[in-house]
């Protein structure tokens, strides 16, 4: 190049400050995820959700979609719970000294979305909150919106009773009604919040009544059940067996249990099977006007 030519030269980028930089927050990303997880799927969502990270496998965007909005839901139900429940009347429902400690208080927390829009339905309908002073449940009276003489969702109970509170038989009914706010609670942590109920019902389209489990380990007695027979109703053995031969026949007819079918790939021709006359044939063939 001759001498005093100007030689072009790429512009080369500014340096970015070091308060301007974002460092990339990969830990802090995985804790989050873990929380939401945790929070809609119990210790269950949360193995699931720290294996798959760990393999480096990435969640759809239609999981994250449902996780980051139950995680939503379940933290505007929680603050409904806590804003709808300090207004309600405290009154013994239970005998000096039971509940408390601990456990009632992870109880709460635990069951707080699902007590929250128990509340928010029954502030709609109208219902009379109180609260039990021992054992941390919430009641409200209705006219629906339960089954049988009430039903619990998380630490509130749906019921039309209108009886004396400080009685006996109330006390007794709270008691039973605590012990299934303990089944929520121990299913959302396990499993998220929506554990409880659906081993509950599938216990009780086989088990109704006296039979369920979950009724038999909250007391019968104190939930106002008559002791029932030894054996269940026929009607529940038949749908255990039908249940069973279901899945049994779907595991023994599934593509996976299935042996494949052999695959044959073309393959070169057996020197036994090759004609040696063919390219002898070949060999001495000439085109047609040549000598």
């Known amino acids: 190049m001759a001498a005093g030519t100007a030689t072009l030269e790429r ?12 460092p990339p927050r990969p830990v802090e990303r995985r804790a989050v995820w873990w929380a939401a997880c945790l929070i809609c799927g119990g210790l269950a969502g949360l193995l699931l959700a720290v294996v798959g990270t760990l393999r480096g496998a990435r969640p759809s965007r239609r999981r994250v979609l449902i996780v980051v909005w139950g995680t939503v839901v379940q933290a505007v139900l929680a603050c409904a ?10 009154r013994p429902c239970a005998a000096p000294g039971e509940g408390g400690g601990v456990w009632q208080t992870a109880r709460t927390v635990l069951n707080a979305p699902v007590s929250g829009a128990a509340l928010l339905y029954a502030a709609g309908e109208g219902g009379e909150i ?20 009430g039903t619990m969702y998380g630490t509130v109970f749906l019921t039309d009773q209108r ?6 038989r109330m006390r007794k009914l709270s008691e039973h009604e605590a012990r299934h706010s303990d089944q929520w609670a121990l299913g959302s942590l396990l499993a998220g919040p929506a554990a409880f109920p659906a081993l509950y019902a599938a216990d009780e389209v086989f088990f109704p009544g006296a039979y369920n489990h979950f009724e038999q380990a909250a007391g019968l007695e104190d939930g ?17 067996l039908s249940v069973g031969v279901l899945v049994g026949y ?10 494949p079918a052999p695959v044959v790939r073309p393959g070169p021709v057996p020197a036994a099977l090759h004609d040696p006359g063919a390219d002898r044939g070949r060999e001495t063939a000439k085109p047609a006007g040549r000598r």
Do not use: K
């Open 130 to 149: 109180y609260h039990c002073a021992a054992n941390g449940t919430t009641a409200v009276i209705l006219d629906d919106g339960f089954a049988r003489a």
């Open 250 to 259: 779907t595991l023994a007819a599934s593509p996976g249990r299935r042996r």
């Open 224 to 240: 106002g059940y008559d002791p029932p027979p030894d054996s269940p109703p026929a009607a529940g053995r038949l749908a255990v």
């Open 163 to 168: 009886a004396e509170t400080q009685s006996p």
């Open 81 to 90: 719970f806590a804003v709808l429940g300090s207004g309600g009347q405290i």
């Open 11 to 22: 512009p080369t980028s500014l340096p970015v400050p070091a308060d301007r930089r974002v």
